[in-house]
């Protein structure tokens, strides 16, 4: 490994709002059958609303709309959307009014993420649209904005999963806090793993793994499980996103950009569809349960091991390799309907 470059002053002048406490764990796990030494970034201890990796880019998105004078947030998920539930604490912390829209119909009660929606005062408005329809759930987010803006509530828009390049920044920062852990723990890992599915978290995973490269820190490759149907074929473009991204840096190495061959997504853990579950989730779900003592959920975070435990089964890493699983939370949802495996 070369010379190191420091980068202190890489987010001085960009707009950010304090929602992470600190340095989330980097755990080590089993070995995977395998052979290869797992290791666990806890994402779902970010602390906020009950944890998870949308907080990352939650801490730059409230930020501009706090430097853009926001009144409110407006955003849009599945109805179980972990990205929503945190936009809500986000806006309850920064004293901002929340407004999210959801698939699915109004239930007659409340569980899982949605609980907690309302328990941070968020409003939530319910489409009637199943959990994949992206577009129309978009439309709605639009409409819900134009009204606030005539209510003079003057609303910052987050378009799902805070996938925007401001959203990224999020995990800009999320790659180089883990590339130093992996070099104070002396680890060289063959892969960093995670779930991606309206690619935010996997564009600033290459774009901080960019930098990494560039500056003499440890940057293994990053490797996105696709849950659903939308980035597995390519949209929105990751590599696109994720220099949009690294232009936001003004204080950056220069001469760093993320290439097409940067942008690893497997798709072969998606199943029928997003938010449908599928056996191998189910399995991957027990397996770290039993195993490590951490609660994946169906929809991301067990789709995403069930692809780490599937590529080692393939013989893609074996004994001495060592491989980080990116646990990106969830675990409110677990407590909705059919939100475990059968047991």
Known sequence: MGETVNLDGLFEDVACVKLVPGITPLERGPLLDSGARLW???????GLGAGGNKVRKLEFLCGAAVAAGAKSLVTVGAGQSNHCRMTAAAGALLGLEVHLVLSGERPGHLEGNQLLDALFGAQMHFTGEPDHHWGALEIVRESVTDGLV???????SIPIGGSTAVGALGYISGYLELSQQLFENGVNASAVVHTSSSGGTHAGLVAGQAICRAAGLPAPP??????????VIGSPDVAALANEALSMLPNRPPGIEVVVDDVVVDGNWLGKNYAVPTDEADEAIRWAAQRGGWVLDRVY???GLSGVLGRAASGEWTSGDDVVFIHTGGVPSVFATDG????
Not at 40 to 46: A, E, G, I, S, Y
Not at 150 to 156: A, K, N, Q, R, T
């Open 40 to 46: 666990v970034k806890r994402d779902d201890l970010t």
């Open 150 to 156: 005539g209510d003079g509530l003057e609303p910052y």
């Open 222 to 231: 990053v490797i996105a499980i696709g849950v659903a149907k939308g980035v």
């Open 301 to 303: 975070s067990g789709k």
């Open 340 to 343: 475990i495996p059968p047991l």
